[in-house]
């Protein structure tokens, strides 16, 4: 009940936000398209093998930072000391955060695939919806990710300087720019312990043999890393500060 | 009379800094000032009140219970200093939300109480954000006032306010008072003083006076001239 309260007031100031709402909507199938120019005049077909990539990079790279900069927001307006300091539980503004923006991602992503299969012709095997899964999952670890960076931000512009560290390694190493069982030894081990390429592998996989066992098992190591994300995030957000 | 806030040797320290060197003292129904210049520990010691403080040692209570415990965590209304609203939501949109983290049962009442009793009828559709500071902080006053708290911790609510405005909430908080509610109210404005019922004088972390205006004025010309005759005495023995 407060989870959804929370979630709702969220997705109330997003809407609020004209510029905002329509970076998070109509951006990513812009980007898609542009990939998918690029590769117009290759031979081959290399925008399906990009592609699933890329739908798997937006969700999580747009959360990651919506999250990170409106939590430090409610951080230092004393917003989060006044929720804290009434009946709402830690896991129910996280969870909220995590409905609103997994809410928010299922329209972008429904509408960046509708543009990729629908006027690019990205050819996906599996079913489409399962797209919209994974790009749930991976936008929920997004938030996960940034509501724990938040805590070591003092402002917004570091929160911003952590997706450099945090998100850029993990776009390097998932397997979009070079296989990842081709990677030295010892990247393809981190590249393995990154949830991201867990994500990318998801949705390539969608594209290519399209053996639904595999996805869903992608989208759990995901999912899984979320749930750690807003575990960790939740031992960040104190009742009490200094 | 009960008291209801009873804070006893609370020490806290802020960034190596004792802020609060280990007071005690006792809050009862009615309305309270906590008066002192900017920084003598007054925002600290509310927020130990409140619970969101981290304490070095020493204890607070309210209504019998350890501050920041879960029972209290609806009958403790709190307004920090900075107006602690959503910018980008309206006044209604901000206390309907709040309202349902509080979980208030008749919600459109309550907003209607919260927003009349802060005189923001004629904004309750405008976005916080376009609202001036004054108008700012008495929507994050309205927020305090919803779920009909027992104590309410209001920390400089009416600084830069109009003095119609002022004299308005002053208003508005005895009325609250009346009905056996703990107002504590701080201000660094001393002229402040003579509208509390009680006053808490504070310098450095520590409560210099404690007792009625008229008490604490004894026969100083006002209240400031009074704290400096503390502070001098203090200075000299």
Redesign the interface.
């Known amino acids: 009940?407060?989870t959804l309260?929370?979630a709702?007031?969220v997705l109330?100031?997003i809407r609020?936000?004209h510029r905002t709402l329509a970076m998070l909507l109509v951006l990513p199938c812009l980007l898609i398209t542009l990939l998918w120019w690029m590769f117009a005049d290759l031979p081959g077909a290399a925008f399906d093998r990009f592609g699933p990539g890329l739908l798997a990079l937006f969700p999580f790279i747009v959360m990651f930072l919506v999250t990170s900069v409106t939590t430090l927001r409610e951080r230092s307006?004393?917003?989060l000391?006044?929720?804290?300091?009434?009946?709402?539980g830690k896991l129910d503004f996280l969870l909220g955060y995590a409905v609103a923006f997994g809410a928010i991602a299922a329209v972008q992503s429904a509408l960046a695939v509708a543009v990729s299969v629908g006027l690019l012709g990205l050819d996906v095997n599996g079913p489409v919806w399962l797209l919209g899964v994974v790009a749930i999952v991976d936008a929920v670890l997004g938030t996960a990710l940034g509501l724990f960076v938040s805590a070591f931000a003092a402002t917004e512009f570091q929160a911003v300087q952590f997706m450099p560290l945090v998100v850029v390694p993990q776009i390097l190493l998932c397997g979009l720019f070079v296989a990842r069982d081709s990677l030295p030894r010892v990247l393809e081990v981190i590249s393995g312990v990154l949830p991201l390429s867990y994500a990318v592998d998801a949705m390539q996989e969608l594209v290519g043999t399209a053996d639904e066992a595999v996805v869903w098992g992608d989208v759990g190591v995901v999912l899984g890393f979320a749930l750690a994300g807003l575990a960790l995030g939740a031992a960040t957000l104190r009742?009490?500060?200094? | 009379m009960m008291n209801n806030i009873v804070i006893t040797d609370l020490r806290v320290v802020?960034?190596g800094r004792e802020v609060l060197p280990g007071i005690s003292l006792e809050v009862g129904a009615g309305v309270t000032g906590l008066l002192g210049p900017s920084g003598c520990g007054k925002s600290t010691l509310m927020r130990a009140v409140?619970?969101?403080?981290?304490?070095r040692s020493g204890s607070v209570e309210v209504l019998g219970r350890p501050a920041?415990s879960?029972p209290l965590?609806?009958r403790?209304g709190?307004v920090?200093?900075?107006?602690?609203?959503?910018?980008?939501?309206s006044v209604a949109?901000n206390l309907r939300?709040?309202a349902?983290?509080?979980?208030v049962a008749a919600i459109d009442e309550a907003i209607d109480r919260a927003v009349a009793a802060v005189d923001l009828d004629s904004h309750r559709d405008q976005?916080v954000g376009s609202l001036r500071g004054g108008q700012r902080s008495r929507a994050s006053l309205a927020?305090a006032l919803l779920g009909d708290p027992d104590v309410l911790v209001l920390d400089e609510p009416t600084v830069g306010l109009d003095p119609v405005l002022r004299r308005d909430l002053w208003a508005l908080f005895h009325r609250l008072a009346d009905a056996g509610r703990v107002v504590l109210v701080s201000s660094h404005v001393m002229d402040e003083a003579e509208r509390c019922d009680r006053l808490l004088l504070m310098r450095e972390g520590r409560i210099i006076a404690n007792g009625t205006p008229s008490e604490i004025r004894g026969d100083a010309r006002d209240i400031e001239d009074a704290f400096l005759r503390i502070v001098e005495g203090e200075a000299v023995s």
């Not at chain 2, 409140?50 to 304490?55: E, S």
């Not at chain 2, 920090?80 to 939501?89: H, I, M, R």
């Open positions: 009940m407060r309260a929370v709702g007031r109330t100031q609020r936000d307006s004393g917003t000391e006044r929720l804290l300091s009434m009946p709402l009742r009490r500060t200094e | 802020r960034g409140v619970g969101v403080q981290q304490v920041g879960k965590r609806d403790v709190y920090t200093q900075a107006a602690s609203v959503y910018d980008d939501l949109e939300f709040f349902r983290v509080l979980g976005v927020v």
